[in-house]
């Protein structure tokens, strides 16, 4: 799994798949759009303007847990 953010642009994405694959974009809100692989999976999940999601629910950061190792790991956009 992969995050990547065009600052420039103000768009970040999820891959959750290897790139390559040609994929149909349901758009989801004027915010989110889900990439869907031939198979029917879930490539990837877009989020437009993430820097105003992120400021309203966690104070401009993004929150990574792993409840296996019970870890917490803060990124600022």
Known sequence: M??????DKNIAYLHLR????QVDTIRI???INIDLAP???VYGIELVNPNE???SADGGKLVLVDEVENR???LSF
């Open 39 to 41: 198979d029917g999976s």
């Open 18 to 21: 290897p790139k390559g694959a």
């Open 2 to 7: 992969k995050l990547s953010y065009d600052m």
């Open 53 to 55: 999601q992120l400021r």
């Open 72 to 74: 917490v790991v803060e």
């Open 29 to 31: 809100s004027d915010e």
